[in-house]
């Protein structure tokens, strides 16, 4: 396997999924996730929207719904095409979940979704809610929710979604970090009044002790990274979100105007649960693919050689570290790889110091500040020649996850690393 060797050697790589489902529609519910389990995900944040509002008044200009801006960044486009010299077909578009409200990353959607499901099902189960009840008004339970503690291992993102959800609402929180975690991820935390403990090594062992510290307090709700079917619907909702977005621009996607979405992935939710949503939207008429830095690509390895999460990058020689800590994954997500193997696209792999290059050249083309790993989709443009023949009106999606709450000084050390490389 050429891909297989190019991963070991750490170089950037392509791979095109050649075992891809030719019904989608009955692949897309072969494994216990349905379209209706989307929507359904869709209404429960649609019933929070009015509680939302009232603890976090930055939603209050999208009534309480947690969503991105999507942009047009063709002068991003024209800059990359010459640094990078590659034609790109189509127009480029940015999603930037680097910029949801809450918790600035694309975790705010899944994390924040599977602490409020949890949240109404404990109120529902002790009749201290009922579906058309005022869900403003659960601020009033603090007290009966402070009984509880949310726990949850984590390179950063995921942690700070969770952990500011989780206290607003009055539960006990506890965020298990792995040595990816940047400093002020964990000091974010603190101040939101989260028990955060951190570990020497990688995220792995992360979620490994915040597993054992939940199993036998029945008190202690453990969201599973790794495993969650919760937290990846809450990601599948953005895809029903974006089709609106870009009928707004007057932008229709099919057989004349395909979609070409790029999704940076560490263990696998936030891309997956995005993946599986938009090809339930758009079905055959969006190509999805994942993209992993050249030190951690787990997905990748687990798809290419059919092991999913029997496999981790450190058992072809690779040591799992790199500047994307959002990224830094050794190990795919078991539920993620096997929902997704007959439907994702493609995988490819992106080194750190192109990601520092694209993060300051976005920052000089588009005035759009990100974390390195919210550039990891942008090498998906450069390899988008591997594909052929794409269409001349095709769009191209990159999904920035994450940046907007990067403190500036961090932000600054950023660019200043890309200049080296431009």
Request: with cysteine; hydrophobic share 35%; net charge negative.
């Amino acid at each position: 396997m050429m891909v297989l060797e190019q991963l070991k050697r750490m170089e950037e790589c392509f791979w095109l999924n050649n075992d891809l489902t030719t019904d989608l529609k009955t692949e897309l519910e072969s494994n216990g996730i349905r379209y209706s389990d989307i929507e359904d995900a869709r209404a429960r944040l649609n019933r929070f929207a009015p509680l939302l509002k009232k603890i976090f008044p930055i939603t209050q200009k999208s009534n309480g719904i947690i969503e991105s801006p999507l942009e047009c960044i063709n002068n991003f486009k024209s800059v990359l095409e010459k640094k990078e010299d590659v034609k790109i077909s189509g127009d480029v578009y940015i999603k930037l979940d680097s910029h949801l409200p809450i918790s600035g990353s694309i975790k705010a959607r899944g994390g924040i979704y599977e602490v409020l499901k949890y949240t109404e099902d404990l109120l529902l189960q002790n009749n201290l809610l009922s579906l058309d009840s005022d869900y403003s008004l659960i601020v009033d339970h603090k007290d009966f929710l402070s009984q509880y503690k949310i726990a949850v291992g984590s390179t950063g993102n995921l942690g700070l979604s969770i952990g500011i959800m989780s206290a607003k609402l009055g539960y006990r929180v506890e965020v298990h970090m792995s040595n990816d975690a940047k400093e002020w991820k964990k000091q974010m935390l603190r101040e939101h009044g989260c028990n955060v403990i951190t570990y020497e090594s990688d995220y792995g062992r992360a979620v490994e002790e915040g597993r054992k510290s939940s199993e036998n307090d029945p008190f202690c709700y453990f969201i599973d990274d790794e495993n969650s079917k919760n937290l990846f619907l809450g990601y599948s909702v953005a895809a029903r979100r974006l089709k609106g977005q870009l009928e707004s621009f007057d932008i229709q996607i099919g057989e004349k105007r395909p979609l070409y979405v790029y999704l940076p992935c560490g263990v696998g939710g936030g891309p997956g649960g995005v993946a599986y949503g938009l090809k339930s939207v758009f079905g055959e008429h969006v190509k999805c693919f994942f993209a992993e830095p050249t030190h951690s690509p787990c997905m990748m390895l687990g798809l290419l050689t059919r092991r999913h999460d029997a496999i981790s990058v450190n058992d072809i020689g690779l040591d799992n570290k790199t500047a994307a800590d959002g990224l830094a994954v050794g190990r795919a997500s078991k539920l993620v790889g096997r929902v997704l193997e007959h439907i994702i696209d493609g995988c490819f792999s992106v080194s750190d110091s192109n990601m520092y290059k694209y993060l300051t050249l976005m920052a000089k083309t588009q005035d759009i500040f990100l974390e390195p790993s919210a550039l990891a989709g942008v090498k998906g443009l450069v390899f988008s020649k591997e594909l052929g023949n794409i269409h001349p009106n095709a769009l191209h999606l990159i999904w920035a996850t994450g940046g907007s709450m990067v403190p500036p000084v961090e932000m600054e050390k950023f660019l200043k690393e890309g200049e080296k490389y431009l």
